[in-house]
């Protein structure tokens, strides 16, 4: 689905629903939304194809409640959370849907991170195109906080607040939902992958999709620095990624291989991905707390 082309009912309503309750001036129309993912971890329970190898023999970004899986919360079925909140926000226009109508979610790039807007729910992301900004909602904060602050590309107040607000580098992004069909040929400007990846099964996969990949600076952090925030997830996790690291060193590759064993419960593997991700970057080192 491009600009040109009408919007299914049920996208219509929802967009019309949140524009209703949204504020502000119009977004900045060189900004684009970044939708983060693991493109090393199983694409679904019991699988052995890789999130990236779906998506190139898909060629689509498909929801939650298509996929079954997720790097946040697994509520996206009828009577959960998620089914309940896009409900509520959406004037239940996507309750008797196609599912892959249903939003998909990322985060609005308004800092311009060369590792996207919210690595804390993956290494690597979709860079989307323009266009999508058109049938995309936004709110501040994160869904799962209950906001009542929304915003659509025609009046969003939302980077003011987030801007403002004092929360920690893997929290502070305005989240995003872009509604309807998310073809990788034509709805995305790139993928951007974590250069741990190269010459594994995720670069092989990434030369078969349908769209420009690209390779950001990469998420890798040196055990000290773990070791010197016990409190940021608990020591067990730190303990953890010790026992994980590789030449005193982490990096996603690294953590998506615990993933892929599935030794260990996977609250904790996303809990060492959280330390990576937080302060595997320039930017986290400089204001780790």
Known sequence: MTMADALPAPVARAMAQVRSLATGPALDPSLRVTCSFHPDRWASPGSRELVLERLAREGAY??????????????????????????????????????????????????????????????????????????????????????????????????????????????????????????????????????????????????????????????????EVIRSHPEFRGPEIVALAVELAEDGWLDARIVGDLARRETHPPQAVKQVWHHVARFGTAEGIAVAR
């Open 62 to 223: 498909v929801p939650q409640f298509v996929t079954g899986t997720s790097n946040g919360g697994l509520t996206a079925f009828p009577g959960g959370d998620r089914f309940r909140w896009e409900s509520a926000l959406f004037a239940g226009a996507y309750d008797g849907a196609d599912p892959d109508l249903r939003p998909k979610y990322g985060a609005l790039d308004h800092r311009h991170r060369g590792t996207g807007a919210s690595p804390r729910f993956g290494s690597s992301y979709l860079r989307l195109a323009a266009h999508t900004l058109n049938r995309t909602t936004f709110c501040y904060p994160d869904s799962c906080e209950h906001p009542t602050d929304f915003g659509v590309a025609e009046a969003c107040s939302l980077t003011e607040l987030a801007d403002a607000d004092d929360r920690d580098l893997l929290d502070d992004y305005v989240e995003a939902h872009v509604h309807g069909h998310l073809s990788l040929g034509e709805d995305v400007e790139a993928v951007v992958l974590d250069p741990s990846f190269r010459g594994t099964r995720v670069e092989e996969a990434a030369m078969e999709l349908p769209c420009p990949v690209e390779w950001h600076d990469g998420f890798r952090v040196p055990v």
